[in-house]
Antibody, heavy 122, light 106 residues
């Protein structure tokens, strides 16, 4: 069974930084792309970015709204993906979900974690 | 930037067919996915690659994609299908979600 557990959320001031983690189990993590998707309270889903697997050169892509501020990385030895968020803005306040396509491929966000709340406020 | 447009709300009577649309420029040239999200829960994939159902998703869920519109169809809608539904596609390796549709079963 696929399990994705996010951690690291919390309260941070505007301009600050935060690093989220996503611990994965139940599938071949090293062969799977990993996504981050966020959802502000009462709002819709927003794709944040993706990191592909080693065979795809760990390529990363980002939404325009976070490009240059957020960085996605992974540690295949720990079955963990990360989202480093810098220069945070109040509009980055949201629940952040980690997700994977597993064997559905990198273009299907098939399995989701429970999310972690990030609040950017002074 | 690429945009996907969904109606904010759709209502359906129990047992009837619900159709939720998702519009985008030349959307049929891309694969569409659909996600169901119930209050307080994480999204669940219900359709991928336009028409395919993941394991465990009931047969009453189906999808199509033609021209500029992808459609999620729920046949014999049940009360448990009441949820928010989001379409999603890829544009130049960037993921894009529609704004979501609240399905009410009444």
């Amino acid at each position: 069974e696929v399990q994705l557990v996010e951690s690291g959320g919390g309260l941070v001031q505007p301009g600050g930084s935060l690093k989220l983690s996503c611990a994965a189990s139940g599938f071949t993590f090293s062969g799977s792309g990993m996504h981050w998707v966020r959802q502000a309270s009462g709002e819709g889903l927003e794709w944040v970015g993706r990191i592909r697997s080693k065979v795809n050169t760990y390529a990363t892509e980002y939404a325009a709204s976070v490009k240059g501020r957020f960085t996605i990385s992974r540690d295949d030895s720990k079955n963990t993906a990360y989202l480093q968020m810098n220069s945070l803005r109040t509009e980055d306040t949201a629940v952040y979900y980690c997700a994977t396509g597993r064997d559905y491929g990198d273009y299907v966000v098939a399995f989701w974690g429970q999310g972690t709340l990030v609040t950017v406020s002074s | 930037s690429y945009e996907l447009t969904q109606p904010p709300s759709v209502s359906v009577s129990p047992g009837q067919t619900a159709s939720i649309t998702c519009s985008g420029d030349k959307l049929s040239n891309k694969y569409a996915c659909w996600y169901q999200q119930k209050p307080g829960q994480s999204p669940v994939l219900v359709i991928y690659q336009d028409t395919k159902r993941p394991s465990g998703i009931p047969e009453r869920f189906s999808g199509s994609n033609s021209g500029n519109t992808a459609t999620l169809t729920i046949s014999g809608t049940q009360a448990m299908d009441e949820a928010d539904y989001y379409c999603q596609a890829w544009d130049s390796s960037t993921g894009v979600f529609g704004g979501g549709t609240k399905l009410t079963v009444l």
